[in-house]
């Protein structure tokens, strides 16, 4: 990987992955092999972690603080953000927002909606998570990607009306369909050469770009089994390939990697651009938004002293 390129970020959703709570929880110890490579590679990552997940297990919450890593909320329930209705999505996201800054003694100013489910038809969530005080956001598909994507958003950062910053999922357009290919399942079926050819054309300076997985992801003993919501051809590909997942995952680093996302906002919160989907074409031009300063500077708060290699 070319090292003109922007550094990646390593992200991680932590999440129940399972479909019944009478099934062993594997996601407490993949999570602790996760931070275990981490560890091993000498990286800071980004950790987003399900309410409901940290309600049961908070000790891997203080784990995953205590070994350096940035603690963001992947919703409370890993509903998508358009089962919801305003009024519980901000009781829900507040609360799991106050848990994690229990359990980790700082402030928490990320969020990933779940299947980057922040759409033209939620868009009204990014003035919620400003109100309930995140400082960013880091779920939005600037493609069409099958039912899910914000085609029109910016591929580079940007700051919603509302204050927040978004920091959009890395994609390449294949025809009409856009594919977040840095992560989860598309990270394990790509081949690594093409992974690599897409990540060189990640060029553009302004980028802030990421990768994901999930502890499932590097779940090879996990038995087959159907995922609802994606029926048997979508829980195949969810179940196929884990056990390169780590070593593509080392790949990725090895061209260079970013700080935690709150770190990289903290840069960046004051010269970004707004976009308002309200208007024709969701551009409004340079940013200035109320509330942009005030969150620059709650996430610079959160910045350690010591840099990361690449960031």
Known sequence: MRADRPPITVTFDIEDHRPSPSWEARYPALTMRLLDELDDLGVRATCFVVGEVAANAPGLVREIAERGHEVGLHSYRHWATFAYEPALFRREIGDGRRLLEDLT????????????????????????????????????LPVQSYVVGFPGAPATPFVWPSGLVELPCPCVSVGPVGMPFLGGTFLRVFPMPLVRALRNRLDDPALVPWSYLHPYDI????????????????????????????????????????APLGERVAAIAGDLPLFDPDLVGGAAGSSGVAGVLERREMVRSMAPERAVAGA
Not at 107 to 135: K, N, S
Not at 251 to 258: L, M, N, P, Y
């Open 105 to 140: 003694g700082s402030p928490v100013a990320g969020y990933r909606a779940p299947a980057g489910t922040i759409m033209p038809r939620c868009a009204w969530a990014t003035d919620v998570l400003a109100e309930v005080g995140f400082a960013y956001s880091a779920s939005v």
């Open 219 to 258: 779940d090879v003993e996990e038995p087959f089994w159907v995922v609802p919501e994606v029926q048997w051809w979508g829980s195949l590909l969810l179940w196929v390939n884990r056990g390169v997942a780590l070593r593509k995952l080392r790949a990725i680093v090895a061209g260079g990697v970013g």
